[in-house]
Structure formats: C-alpha cells, structure tokens
C-alpha cells in the first residue's frame, strides 16, 4: 500500500483498537470513508480487502463492514427447557461425583440420565513476543499417548479462576505471566459432564524458577503458533482446553489486544 492508504488502514485500524467502533458496530459507508480518509474508491477498497483479512472487519451485505466480533444470530424464544424431579449420588469422591437424574424432556417420557460432576479448571495460553505460546510435552496415561497441552489445572474451592490459571503456569512451567485476560468459558463435554472450564491468555512471562508441580511436570517449549496448525493435523495437541485457546489465538491473529497472536 502506498502512504496514503497506509494513513487510512491505521485510522480505521485506530478506531477499532480504541473501541471508538466496538465489536459488531457498523463501518461508515464508502462515500462517508472517502469524506475523512485520504483515499479514493479503489484504494479505499483495497484498505477494507485488508482489515477483512486480517479479521478486524467482516463483509455485511454486499458493500457494508462491520467490526468483527459482533452476534446478529438470536436465540430463539418459547422453548421449553427438561424437567428435574430429583436426583441421587450413586458415587463420590473428591475428585468425581456421579449422579443420576430423573428427567423430562419436553414430549418425551421421564427417565434416569448420568450426570457427571467433576472440577472447575482453568487453562492459560501465554504467548511471548516472538508468537510462541508456552506448552508442555506430556504423556497421558489415559490415552496411552504424547502430545503438547497448556498449563492449567483446578480450581481450588474459594479461590479466584483466573488466580489459579496463573498459579498453574508458574507450578507447570516455571514461568510467570505478566497477565491473564479471561477470554472464554465452556464445557467439554455438556450432555453428561459437568465441568466449567475457563481459558485464559496472556502477552509476556518471566521465568523464576523450575517446575514445582512434579505430577503435572512435562517438558516446557515454547511453540510457534505457525506450528499449531499442523500439530493439530498430527493429533499432537491433547485436551479440549488446549484446543479452545489455541484455536482462539489464531482466530484471533491480527486483532489487537492480549488475545492476539501477531
């Protein structure tokens, strides 16, 4: 781009980093842009061709913009939600409960459901100035194999998710975060686990030490986030956690901000 759009791809850019056009706010129309930019039409077009790849803008319409991260998609209204009549443990213990539900589903004959109780977790994606992010190499006896997964891990009663992401990192890794943002919770297995997960991410570490938590210890790299695409094609990522947060950094690239990878 030549200086002139280079000036109107960072004015729009400003605009939307500063949040003076937040998530789903429409873009002025053309002939309104050509009015503030130094551009004409063409040049103009190719700005917005950019900040559409780059994900800052999507196409609304078939000539309008808007900023990227706003919801047009409604939920719908009048549905019914299921029925509990009551529930029992059948089996506890401090790390799993499970329980059986009597449930009635709207036109459908009650009946017994599993339910599934397990801890909340907290996972971190840090990434450093050079877009890595901070993994582990472990093996999990569970699946019989090795893969990269985040630090992160559970959350102790009473205490703060975003606290024990950054308290997971520092045990799992030997490095600290300078922050965390909270970017997203779900659960990985919602028709019979119940098991709130919160991701976080983060720009910057310090290392202050080697590894305490020997349990959960793998070995720590830093991984390009170019890598992840083809690692997750090999089958060497592990964890749902893992999966969310790495696949929100790069649906995230370009986008300014700590949720950012470039």
């Known amino acids: 781009m030549g200086p002139k759009s280079t000036e109107a791809y960072n004015e729009i850019r400003s605009w939307i980093e500063s949040g003076e056009l937040g998530p789903g706010s429409k873009l002025p129309s053309e002939r309104k842009l050509e009015e503030r930019l130094p551009v004409r039409r063409t040049a103009l077009r190719q700005v917005l061709a950019r900040l559409v790849s780059e994900g800052l803008l999507v196409v609304h319409g078939r000539s309008s913009y808007r900023v990227a991260g706003g919801v047009s998609t409604q939920a719908p209204e009048g549905l019914a939600p299921w029925k509990i009549h009551g529930r029992r443990t059948i089996y506890e213990n401090k790390w799993v409960d499970l329980d059986l539900v009597d449930v009635e589903p709207p036109g459908v004959d009650r009946f017994e459901h599993h339910l599934v109780r397990l801890h909340h977790v907290a996972i971190a994606a840090v990434v450093d100035d050079r877009d890595r992010v901070l993994m582990l190499w472990r093996y999990r006896f569970v699946t019989q194999s090795w893969g990269w997964e985040l630090p992160g891990g559970i959350v102790d009663d009473g205490e703060d998710a975003r606290a024990a992401a950054l308290r997971e990192v520092e045990e799992e890794t030997g490095w600290r975060p300078d922050a965390l943002e909270h970017v997203v919770t779900y659960q990985p297995m919602v028709g019979m686990v119940d098991s709130p997960h919160e991701v976080f991410v983060g720009r910057g570490a310090t290392r202050v030490g080697e ?23 090999k089958g060497d990522l592990l964890g749902s956690g893992t999966l969310v947060a790495l696949l929100h950094l790069l649906a995230n690239r370009g986008i300014g901000g700590v949720t950012a990878a470039g």
Do not use: K, Y
């Open 211 to 233: 590894p305490t938590d020997q349990e959960e210890a793998g070995h720590v790299e830093w991984v390009p986030l170019s890598d992840i695409r083809g690692l997750m094609a």
